[in-house]
């Protein structure tokens, strides 16, 4: 009987380490957005290039990555 409690606490014990070890680390910062998180080009010709660079810094550790550019108008394309 105390051989198996020995073992469900190590089962218990081993699953814990587990989701610890895989769980993300909470502890990071969350990168910022840029404060002009938004520009407006006015109005804009077809076939004119126009041009705005945001600046991000990224204060945690992890690597900051940039999943989705919205366009408010249909039809156009960031490159």
Known sequence: MRFR??????AVAAG???C???RP???QLAPEGS???SHDFGTV???EKVVHAFTLRNEGAAPLTIQRVDLS????AAR
């Open 16 to 18: 814990l380490t587990v």
């Open 5 to 10: 409690r020995l073992l469900s606490l190590a």
């Open 25 to 27: 680390v909470s502890g």
């Open 20 to 22: 610890l070890i895989r």
């Open 73 to 76: 108008a249909g039809g156009m």
């Open 35 to 37: 404060p002009d998180q």
């Open 45 to 47: 010709f077809q076939g």
